[in-house]
């Protein structure tokens, strides 16, 4: 065959072997881009959890199945399960306030509550414009029609997005498993393939990863999750109506170093308003001790431990994280930014703390 001829036939194939490869690659991404985010997840909750997964495993006598199973069972109990109780209890509480606002389309607007009336400043104005709705029953009727039309549309809209975070969560847990089980083959394949880009950086920049990974899961999200629980167990001991949306509250704004007080002094003043002074005052106490006080004592502890964290990327990967993930994406988006910004400013630094292969005894003795 012509030598041309020959070479040009090569790099066809060549191009063509690449262009199936690339196809191949693009299917996969189509297929798997629901998901990206729950494998993501997954992986992220795995790995910040993997040497507990590992003690099981020891102490197990190798039933690598077994442990996977109790770890999963633990990531139910402490992440799906929540998530799904306040999702069933924001369900029922709109669903309560959708029939307020039916009842009171139907009967018309009782008397303003004692509490709304004595409020400063606000009340004689709040009771004057009350009478005025309750006198003209046509305008209100409309008024009231025209906020369901619309309220009903964004809840239906918002009540989607929130079931699908939702199944995101319960599905992030059996996704879960499977790395748990078969995790140390996942970290070969991957620790592999890093180091066919990086050579011998790669142990360094796993150990990176590894860092600021549980940097943001163990201090951020695991402070977030202990405000929650706090702020659950004294919202339900207050009686306070959708305690477990309200404690959901405080988990996501617990980035905010003012984020949690806003909720549970918000709540106090409601308590104080609706003539429950005992309840208020516990409810003061509660929040500023168990729930603000227990951050400052799991940060410090968690993040001292491992990669220091500022507080602007892991607001932003909050924000961020909430509008490209969904639910999920509250605990994805910051964890994603801090190991990008760790591994862009290790790189803008050259690489010096890399050191380089060590020379062979062998070769050294011979020199």
């Keep these: 065959m012509d030598p041309v ?36 997840w997954s992986a992220i909750l795995c790995f910040a959890t993997w ?8 102490h197990l006598g190798g039933r690598r199945a077994l442990a996977a199973s109790i770890m999963t069972l633990a990531l139910v109990l402490l992440v799906a399960l929540p998530v799904v ?66 309220s009903q549309g964004w809840l239906i809209r918002n009540s989607i997005h929130v079931g699908q975070g939702i199944v995101q969560v319960c599905l992030s847990v059996v996704v879960a498993f499977f790395f748990y089980r078969d995790g140390h083959r996942v970290a070969q394949v991957v620790s592999d393939g890093i180091k066919r880009v990086v050579g011998g950086y790669t142990q360094h ?10 940097g943001v899961v163990y201090g951020v999200l695991g402070t977030a999750l202990g405000q929650g629980i706090m702020a659950a167990i004294g919202f339900t001991i207050a009686g306070l109506p959708a305690a477990l949306f309200w404690a959901l509250l405080v988990t996501v704004l617990s980035v905010l170093p003012i984020g949690p007080p806003l909720v549970w002094m918000g709540a106090t ?12 005052i516990f409810m003061g106490l509660w929040g500023l001790v ?50 990008g910004i760790s591994i ?13 292969p060590a020379e062979p005894e062998s070769e050294r003795t011979e020199a």
């Design 85 to 150: 109780l306040v999702g069933n209890s924001l369900a029922v509480s709109v669903e309560h306030l959708l029939s307020v606002v039916r009842r009171i389309n139907a009967e018309g607007l009782p008397t303003p509550p004692d509490w709304l009336v004595n409020l400063p400043f606000a009340g004689d104005y709040i009771e004057v414009h009350w009478s005025g709705w309750a006198l003209n029953a046509d305008r209100t009727a409309a008024i009231l029609r025209n906020l369901l039309t619309r």
């Design 205 to 214: 920049l796993i150990d990176l990863v590894g860092k600021t990974v549980r």
């Design 51 to 58: 040497p507990a997964c590992e003690w099981l495993v020891r």
């Design 290 to 339: 168990c729930i603000s006080g227990i951050d400052n004592v799991l940060r410090p502890f968690l993040i001292s431990r491992n990669a220091k964290l500022s507080f602007l990327p892991v607001f932003l990967g909050v924000l961020g994280g909430l509008m490209a993930f969904g639910l999920i994406g509250v605990f994805l988006g910051p964890t994603l930014l801090a190991v």
């Design 5 to 40: 001829k020959d070479r040009l036939f090569r790099h066809t194939e060549q191009l063509l072997g690449v262009a199936v490869f690339g196809l191949i690659l693009l299917g996969c991404f189509v297929v798997l881009r629901p998901f990206i985010s729950v494998i993501l």
């Design 269 to 280: 003043i409601w308590l104080v308003m609706q003539g429950s002074t005992g309840w208020a």
């Design 344 to 356: 862009a400013r290790e790189f803008t630094r050259g690489g010096q703390t890399v050191a380089e």
